[in-house]
């Protein structure tokens, strides 16, 4: 979305959407959406990885 084209409430409503979402993170303020967003993929990063399966050991060969 691009703030400079959009009405001023909902620029203001984003702005406070950011603030509560922030808030349920961390105390800090993040300083701009790419800090945002880095915090919340490395989030993302550390909580899924757990869930992913194992890597299988390749078969060896059957003996004929």
């Not at 409503?13 to 922030?22: I, K, P």
Request: proline share 11%.
């Amino acid at each position: 979305y691009d703030p400079l084209t959009m009405p001023a409430d909902l620029v203001k409503a984003h702005a406070d959407l950011d603030r509560a979402v922030d808030a349920c993170y961390r105390p800090q303020v993040f300083t701009s959406d790419r800090q945002r967003v880095e915090f919340l993929f490395a989030l993302y990063e550390r909580l899924s990885t757990p869930l992913l399966p194992a890597e299988k050991k390749p078969r060896k060969p059957k003996a004929k």
